[in-house]
Structure formats: structure tokens, C-alpha cells
């Protein structure tokens, strides 16, 4: 069994940072990569930067946001400067990740947390 535990959200005014930190636990062979989500009420999930054999950012938040990795705690962390209004969301950290139990790799979710930016 895996388990994603986001943490760091919160209000900030706009022009604000914050930083999201997600720890991933459990029978872990491999991660093969980590990535950030998020969900705004009424809309679909997005994905807002994944770190794997690349580097990827939604154009929404780029030279605003920052995706690092510290895989010797599996632990993937989110550097959100600068932020907006409509930076507000739920944010979901995602992994793929091999288990010591299969050799199949899956997708593992977080439970989310909560980023309001306060205009």
C-alpha cells in the first residue's frame, strides 16, 4: 500500500509564496515520477507541473512555480511565487510508483490541499 500526504497550503494575498510539500510511504520499490494537480471549484482537474524523466509546466505557471524532488525521502515539493487569484485550488500530488508487491506501476493521489489566494 502507498500513501501521498500533501502539506503547506493555506490563504496568501496576492503576490504571495507558498510552498507544497508531498511525502509518499509505503511498500516502494521505484517512483518513477511526481507530479502536482489542481482543481478549482467547477472546473477539471489540471495539471499544474510533473517531474519525471522531464519537466513540465502548465503554461499558466510558468517562471511562477517550481517542481524539486528529494528522492532519498520521496518527498516532491511545490514553489508557488507569485501567486494569483485564480491560483486558487484544491492541489493533488500524483505519483507513479512500483511497489515492492507488483511489477506493475501505478498512479497514487493525495488527498489534496487547499490553496486560496486572497486578492
Known amino acids: 500500500q502507498v500513501q501521498l500526504v500533501e502539506s503547506g497550503g493555506g490563504l496568501v494575498q496576492a503576490g504571495g509564496s507558498l510552498r507544497l510539500s508531498c511525502v509518499a510511504s509505503?511498500?516502494?520499490?521505484?517512483?518513477?515520477?511526481m507530479g502536482w494537480w489542481r482543481q478549482a471549484p467547477g472546473k477539471q482537474r489540471e495539471l499544474v507541473a510533473n517531474?519525471?524523466?522531464?519537466?513540465n509546466y502548465a503554461d499558466s505557471v510558468k517562471g511562477r512555480f517550481s517542481i524539486s524532488r528529494d528522492n532519498a525521502k520521496n518527498t516532491v515539493y511545490l514553489q508557488m511565487n507569485k501567486l494569483k487569484p485564480e491560483d486558487t485550488a484544491v492541489y493533488y500530488c500524483n505519483a507513479l510508483i512500483t511497489t515492492s508487491r507488483t511489477p506493475t506501476a501505478w498512479t497514487y493521489w493525495g488527498q489534496g490541499t487547499q490553496v486560496t489566494v486572497s486578492s
Open positions: 509505503g511498500s516502494i520499490r521505484s517512483i518513477h515520477a
Open positions: 517531474s519525471g524523466s522531464s519537466t
